[in-house]
């Protein structure tokens, strides 16, 4: 498993009853290698299964897919009833960026799941949360409101249902899906000692954003007739500034004016370690509790210290400490992939700062494109950060290869031309991804908001010392490489992008130099 870039799935399924269909989609998950089947949750009364998938992003968008084709073929709506809402077999497959990764890469992957989930089953496919194309859409109920009876009558007929992909009709058995990007949440359970539903829907209300509760939680009052007890279901969608123990307290504290209280709580799915210290400290009040002081940690996974970091983890500090060590890596490539991370960032700022208004209605979507496609070259080349370094460590290890022997001087050459290469493709991505964000940048500087037009200047600055910077380690790597062909295409190819890096930067401080005298004069 590539460590540098992990990301997360949850996938819903509607299924809580059947265990062998339940374990038929976990078997399918692990077929996928390169993934990490994490924990399965499921629950009879919800009739709904909840699996959460680790790993490198294809391979699990893979593992998603296949487990998403199974459902499909097993799960038949018409004859499911549960106390969750959904509207589909397959409900809801949400990617979550973990390591190395930005929400942008994960709106891409969901749109390619989409795309590829709907080719292979026939099933309409809905975008939500950041992945959404709409407003309403971000939100998850709004999309699954009706659920899989209503909106059987709804998809096409009703234009406002129309999916993102796929057919403009429900599947017979299977429904609609919805699919996104989002940030991690946690998903928490807590059932009362009543069976009166009213209490459960007050407590919700109590906390849940949309009724005047926590911004942050989402959440529903359930009927849970086979545990004889009601239910508070609750997400808590950025659970670092909303926390376990706060929303606990509050509906402990709503239960207890109809006399009921929380008498079991439910994790579903997975939880930071965090979160779980956080409601530590809160009931415990430790003079001090850290990662550190966590024991499990030194041996789990193999790792030596729990606070270890890679580059693209590191304060500005910690990695300025790293480059100027007396040693060839983190070096220039990796300098040059960071310095274009930080001016995709910045287009991304623009672009951010162009979405919120009545100024910028018009732009809105168009921003809302730019950002979120900035926002996948930032995070390749956040992950080139490392990778170059690491690219720079395989050629110097090839030379470090036994050659007593002819075999042995013929294995070595080979590693070394293949390392070689591999070492001048690494800079190259970063010249390409730099250049596509100064794309974006030219967009952010004629569009965006002008009061922040020189972060448009500065990105379009970093974006081209980043390419220039980069063409260098590409060519030193190509006066190594036997390949002629190889050589003369990918000499060719800094050429072209050097070009087109120039001219968009030319571009864009022309625009930021004509919308600073615009904005002087109006002021």
């Known amino acids: 498993m590539n460590l540098l870039k992990i990301i997360e799935c949850v996938p819903n399924f509607s299924e809580g009853k059947r265990k062998d269909v339940i374990d038929a989609l976990a078997d399918t998950i692990r077929s996928v290698e390169g993934v990490r089947l994490l924990d ?7 009739n709904r299964s ?59 992957l969901s749109k390619e799941f989409a795309e590829e989930f709907s080719n292979k089953c ?106 004889n007890c009601v239910q508070v279901s609750l997400n808590l969608t950025h659970p670092r500034r909303t926390k376990i123990h706060q929303v606990f307290e509050m509906v402990k504290l709503e239960a207890q004016r109809f006399g009921a209280t929380v008498i079991e709580t439910e994790i579903v799915g997975m939880v930071p370690l965090f979160a779980l210290l956080d409601a530590l400290k809160y009931y415990l009040r430790p003079e001090k509790l850290d990662d550190s002081m966590i024991l499990d940690l030194y041996y789990l996974g193999g790792a030596e210290d729990p606070k270890r ?21 983190p070096g220039g490539g990796s300098v040059a992939a960071a310095m274009g991370s930080y001016g995709a960032a910045l287009v991304g700022m623009v672009t951010g700062l162009s979405l919120s208004g009545r100024r910028f209605v018009a732009i809105k979507e168009e921003m809302l494109k730019h950002r979120h496609a900035v926002d996948n070259d930032r995070g ?25 022997t002819a075999q042995e001087r013929k294995q070595k050459e080979k590693a070394t031309e293949a390392a070689t290469i591999h070492a001048a493709e690494v800079p190259l991505a970063t010249m390409r991804h730099s250049c596509q964000a100064l794309t974006h940048a030219k967009v952010a500087a004629e569009k965006g908001n002008i009061n922040s037009i020189t972060d448009a200047g500065v990105a379009a600055h970093a974006l081209m010392a980043a390419i220039e910077g980069a063409a260098l380690n590409v060519r030193i790597n190509l006066g190594n490489i036997k390949d002629k062909t190889f050589v003369k295409k990918t000499a060719e190819d800094v050429e ?15 625009i930021v130099e004509a919308r600073m005298k615009e904005l002087a004069e109006s002021s």
């Open 50 to 108: 909840v699996f959460t998938i680790i790993g490198e992003p294809q391979k699990v968008k893979e593992a998603a897919l296949k487990a998403a084709e199974l459902a499909v073929e097993k799960i038949d709506l018409t004859k499911h009833k549960g106390a969750h809402p959904r509207m589909g077999a397959v409900d809801v497959v949400p990617f979550i960026p973990l390591h190395g990764t930005t929400i942008g890469e994960c709106i891409e």
């Open 122 to 227: 026939n099933v309409p496919v809905y975008l939500y949360n950041k992945s959404a194309t709409r407003p309403e859409r971000a939100d998850l109920p709004n999309i699954r409101e009706g659920e899989f009876e209503g909106l059987r009558n709804l998809i096409g007929d009703d234009p406002s249902k129309d999916p993102d992909y796929g057919p403009k009709k429900n599947h017979p058995t299977a429904g609609a899906t919805a699919t996104g990007a989002r940030n991690f949440l946690i998903a928490i359970n807590f059932n009362l000692n009543t069976t009166n539903l009213e209490v459960a829907k007050s407590c919700a209300n109590v906390v849940r954003g949309l009724t005047g509760g926590f911004v942050n939680v989402q959440g529903i009052g359930l009927d849970l007739p086979a545990k």
């Open 496 to 510: 072209k992008i050097l070009d087109d890096g120039n001219k968009l930067k030319d571009e864009v401080l022309e």
């Open 40 to 46: 399965v949750e499921f629950d009879p009364d919800h």
């Open 380 to 404: 390749v080349l956040m992950d080139l950060v490392e990778k170059d370094s690491a690219a720079f460590d395989e050629v110097m290890a090839t030379f470090k290869m036994s050659e007593e």
């Open 309 to 329: 970091k890679t580059f693209s983890e590191m304060s500005l500090i910690e990695f300025g400490d790293q480059v100027k060590r007396a040693r060839a890596t």
